[in-house]
């Protein structure tokens, strides 16, 4: 936490103007709370036949809003408050949730009424800064907008319920504007799209418009349009349940550029096992794309539920722009429900999605939580997968897996759910990715 002091001097004549005061926001920062004080109405005593009478006339009004760098108003809220605060996902009311950004951002003062000796306002400004921590969320769901049959808001207020802190509004071929959604405290909701065509649905994330014009396209340069239109728009795109029974992705894959496949969708079944076959595919030839898990959410059944699967994303603020940020990194698991076990991957100084040079760094430190009776943890590499614990009863496990080559290596935790069945992932990680340095060939060279 950092505070900055301003002090601003006004003079009679600028009584009934409005100036802006600058001030630097440094990187890195979560929330900016403002607030400032004055002499509003100074005491003047005046003695009465057996006391003091204390007048308090208002000699000082000053009005208060605040500018972000790109020079739109955050808010204004007159005199009435004395202290506001800003994040990326919540505001003072007058206030609306933005980013604090780094750069140089104004107090907008009004100086309404001014006493003839003018007046000394000092503004005190905190940022809090963010930190990097597990965010738990749902990148897929429907609503009435589609076929969904809850609002924005009613999912929200669920999603908080069971533990989620974002959740991703995905209806079919609309967005929702990111103005229109409710703020619901706790729960950052984030616009998205399921472009949905009979040959394949994807996700676009982030974006309220990801394309002009009408969602439906016949030729395939059209589907590659939409999909250069949201990725220049700033929208992180999902290939969604490629291997789907009914709407698999069909689209050549090596024509479109995405950010991220669905490897689940809703409950684990054999198109997500499937999917995650082709994932392992592509992991082990090299191709680096991270994976994201969606309830696919319209109602509840016996098996689909909000946050099944969840995604655990590893952001440093519960912001869109930072929980978006770490998906597109593959900082994320997907675990079952918003209840479901949780990892943490680590090797040397390289997390989840990072890449960690090889043979200098070998050893792969898994932290999982949350394990019940008889799950097993594994870790898959190019050359298969290797059971390395299972847990005897409820509780958490730290354990270090010696790398042999280089590649990636991911965690999956494994669960029997009904007896007789045999077990299911109930957590899915993204990888870290072992890359072979020049030190392979200078063994002498590397170090300790
Ligand atoms: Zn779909
Ligand atoms: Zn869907």
């Given at each position: 936490m950092t505070t900055l002091s301003l002090t601003v001097e006004v003079a009679p004549k600028q009584a009934r103007t409005y100036f802006t005061v600058p001030f630097q926001v440094p990187e890195g920062v979560a929330t900016l709370t403002l607030r400032y004080r004055y002499e509003r109405r100074p005491a003047v005593l005046t003695p009465t036949s057996g006391g003091v009478f204390t007048a308090r006339p208002e000699v000082n009004v000053i009005d208060l809003g605040l500018i972000a760098p790109d020079g739109s108003q955050v808010g204004a809220s007159g005199s009435d408050k004395t202290e506001i605060t800003v994040s990326a996902t919540r505001a003072t009311p007058g206030y609306r949730p933005t980013p604090i950004v780094a750069g140089e951002w104004r107090i907008l003062v009004g100086a309404y009424k001014v006493a003839p000796e003018g007046v000394t306002i000092k503004y005190e400004i905190v940022f809090t800064v963010k930190q990097r921590r597990l965010f738990l969320g749902d990148l897929h769901t429907h609503t009435l907008a589609s076929d969904?049959?809850?609002?924005a808001h009613e999912l929200a207020i669920k999603a908080r319920r069971h533990g989620l802190d974002f959740v991703a509004i995905t209806d079919h071929n609309q967005t929702i504007a990111r103005a229109a959604l409710p703020q619901v405290d706790g729960v950052t909701l984030i616009p998205g799209i399921e472009w949905t065509h009979y040959a394949g649905h994807a996700n676009f994330l982030g974006s309220e418009r990801p394309y002009d014009g009408v969602f439906a396209t016949q030729a395939l340069s059209d589907v590659q349009a939409r999909f250069a239109s949201a990725r220049e728009r700033g929208a992180l795109i999902v290939v969604n349940h490629?291997?789907?029974?009914?709407?698999?992705?069909?689209?050549?894959?090596?024509t479109l550029s995405f950010d991220a496949l669905e490897v689940w969708n809703g409950p684990m079944r054999e198109a997500n096992l499937r999917a995650v076959g082709l994932w392992q595919q592509w992991l082990s030839a090299g191709r680096r794309v991270p994976i994201v898990g969606g309830s696919d959410y319209h109602r509840d059944t016996p098996f689909i539920f909000l946050g099944g699967p969840t995604t655990g994303v590893y952001a440093d603020s519960e912001g869109e722009a930072d929980i978006l940020a770490a998906v597109r990194a593959g900082r994320s698991f997907l675990t079952f429900a918003p209840n479901g076990p949780t990892v943490a991957l680590s090797a040397g100084d390289a997390g989840l999605g990072e890449v960690a040079p090889w043979p200098r760094v070998k050893t792969l430190r898994i932290v999982a939580g949350g394990l019940a009776s008889g799950d097993v943890v594994r870790v898959v590499t190019a050359v298969g997968a290797t059971a390395l614990f299972t847990a005897p009863e409820a509780g958490d496990v730290a354990l270090d897996y010696l790398v042999e080559a280089p590649g990636f290596a991911r965690i999956e935790i494994l669960r029997v759910f009904i007896p007789g069945v045999p077990p299911l992932p109930a957590l899915l990680s993204n990888p870290i990715y072992f890359e072979a340095t020049s030190n392979e060939n200078h063994p002498g060279a590397a170090e300790p």
């Open positions: 969904g049959v809850h609002t490629p291997l789907d029974e009914s709407c698999p992705f069909t689209f050549d894959l090596a």
